[in-house]
């Protein structure tokens, strides 16, 4: 049974950081997701198994980065000049097969953490 546990979220003034993590009960292709009331989930950041590679959403790039400890089985999300647009309930994914920005080739997910970003 995979699992999947965020933590991290909370309320930030406009321009703070937080950082986000995921810890994942193995090594998987993990991905960053978020989905605000009234809009579909959307992908934010994704990386490979070995942490080689690392992808974003045009909406993120230079602000967030994404990262992994291989040992802990953990994924970061650090997010820097945080907007009110940014405001989201944020998912963290994983699959076994392929490295993805689409929602729908990720097979685990964790519970949400919300992130909260005021004027």
């Known amino acids: 049974q995979v699992q999947l546990v965020e933590s991290g979220g909370g309320l930030v003034q406009a321009g703070g950081s937080l950082r986000l993590s995921c810890a994942a009960s193995g090594r998987f292709n993990m991905g960053w997701f978020r989905q605000s009331p009234g809009n579909e989930r959307e992908f934010v950041a994704g990386i490979s198994r070995t942490g080689a590679s690392t992808y974003y959403a045009d909406s993120v790039k230079g602000r967030f980065t994404i990262s992994r400890d291989i040992a802990k089985n953990t994924v970061y999300l650090q997010m820097n000049s945080l907007r009110p647009e940014d405001t989201a309930v944020y998912y963290c994914?994983?699959?076994?097969?392929?490295?993805?920005?689409?929602?729908?080739?990720?097979?685990?997910w964790g519970q949400g953490t919300q992130v909260t970003v005021s004027p």
């Open positions: 994914a994983a699959n076994n097969y392929v490295s993805s920005t689409y929602s729908n080739n990720y097979n685990y």
